[in-house]
């Protein structure tokens, strides 16, 4: 649920600045930071309830795996919009199912693991 909200959110933020004058690239910066920032009390507490207490682990694996997130996302965009001129609100459309999958992958084996 975390998820989906943070998602639909975030790319309704992403339109609000990209069609606002804002380049593509650096809304999707700029969404991308604030939505990753404010995703990780919820995605800990809520989705995949971890109780770890000290949280420096999992935050430095938090950061690890939203670089990745992020540089497939930079990435997709970069080479479907400015490369091959696909419209950018499709191709970002496309690209927050494309790092959701990644990120939830990385956050269940990686981030947040059980513990056995």
């Known amino acids: 649920m975390v998820g989906v ?5 975030g790319y309704g933020l992403y339109l609000l600045l ?6 593509p690239m650096r809304s999707m910066t700029c969404v991308y930071l ?5 995703a990780f009390w919820g995605n800990r507490n809520f989705t ?4 770890a207490r000290n949280m420096s682990g999992e935050i ?4 690890v795996a939203h670089a990745i997130g992020y540089s497939t996302n930079y990435l997709i ?4 919009y400015e490369k091959l001129k696909f419209a950018h609100e499709i191709v970002q459309a496309v ?22």
Do not use: D, E, H, M
């Open 77 to 80: 965009l970069f080479f479907f």
């Open 95 to 116: 690209s927050v199912f494309v790092v959701a999958l990644v990120l939830f992958c990385s956050f269940k084996f990686f981030v947040f693991p059980k513990k056995p």
């Open 48 to 51: 995949f309830r971890t109780c």
């Open 18 to 23: 990209a069609f606002g004058g804002i380049s």
């Open 34 to 38: 604030a939505s990753a920032t404010l």
């Open 5 to 9: 909200a943070s998602n639909a959110l």
């Open 60 to 63: 430095f694996r938090y950061i």
